[in-house]
């Protein structure tokens, strides 16, 4: 039985920082491409960064420079780590994972995903 379980989410102002977590069980993340998405009010749900199974990282234009995904296999945890944070990243975000390798033409499109988290919410002011 496949799990995500996010954590870490809050508020903080702008300007200001946060890691988020995502704890996977039921299978082992180094096999999937795992990817964080968030979910602004009044908008769809978009991706903001992927990582592959060889650790290649990928990141929406918004968040260039700014977030960090990475993975630690032993302890089959998905990290964001989120830095000068702006009103605009106030979002829900979800961690989601899918087997095999990563594609850069598929990885935000969030059909592509079998397993999602239940969401952290993110509030900048």
């Known amino acids: 039985h496949v799990q995500l379980v996010e954590s870490g989410g809050g508020s903080v102002q702008a300007g200001g920082s946060l890691r988020l977590s995502c704890a996977a069980s039921?299978?082992?993340?180094?096999?999937?491409?795992m990817a964080w998405f968030r979910r602004a009010p009044g908008k769809e749900r978009e991706g903001v960064a992927a990582i592959d199974t060889t650790g290649s990282a990928t990141y929406t234009y918004a968040v260039q420079g700014r977030f960090t995904i990475s993975k630690d296999n032993a302890k089959n945890t998905l990290y964001l780590q989120m830095n000068s944070l702006k009103a605009e990243d106030t979002a829900m975000y979800y961690c989601?994972?899918?087997?095999?390798?990563?594609?850069?033409?598929?990885?935000?499109?969030?059909?592509?995903?079998?397993?999602w988290g239940q969401g952290a919410q993110v509030t900048v002011s």
């Open positions: 039921g299978y082992t993340s180094v096999n999937y491409c």
């Open positions: 989601a994972a899918e087997l095999g390798a990563c594609s850069r033409v598929w990885w935000r499109q969030r059909n592509r995903y079998t397993y």
